[in-house]
């Protein structure tokens, strides 16, 4: 499964809107998003994972852009460890562990441009032809 920001937001235990009202979500990301209301970041990336995921090897980067007013709290140990990208921002140079990776779910705010790594596509492509074929076998 591959979630790009409202996705990741979705895939959270919950999003607290801007008035601090708490809705659960898909609860597959141990956390939660709340709403801000600041933007939290804008402008162009280069997101380099920090292990193997549906999109890169570890090492590898994909680019894209980040917008939103939203941000993760309830940050713990489990979720730190399986942060699926080393964010730099192109403009400022500042880093920082975005997203989520773990067993065939990879999500984070980044709206990725695959012309930048069309290798990252065709990995997602090719991990969802072995998902398939898997669960093809299971019938």
Known sequence: MLAECGGYMYLCRSVTS????????????????????NL???????????????????GESVRGHEFHFSRMTGENETVENKRAFLI????????????????????????MHFAGNPAAAMRFV?????????EKGKM
């Not at 809705?23 to 956390?31: D, N, Q, T």
């Not at 730099?88 to 709206?111: P, V």
């Not at 090719?126 to 898997?134: F, G, I, L, N, V």
């Open 18 to 37: 801007f008035a601090g009202d708490e809705y659960p979500m898909a609860g597959l990301i141990p956390e939660s998003c709340r709403m801000e209301q």
């Open 40 to 58: 939290q970041t804008v402008g162009y990336v280069e997101a380099k994972a920090l292990g193997d995921n549906l999109l890169c090897r570890q």
């Open 88 to 111: 730099t921002k192109n403009r400022t140079g500042a880093e920082y562990a975005g997203g989520y990776a773990d067993n065939g779910l990879t999500a984070s705010y980044l709206h």
């Open 126 to 134: 090719d991990k969802c032809a072995e998902y398939r074929q898997a």
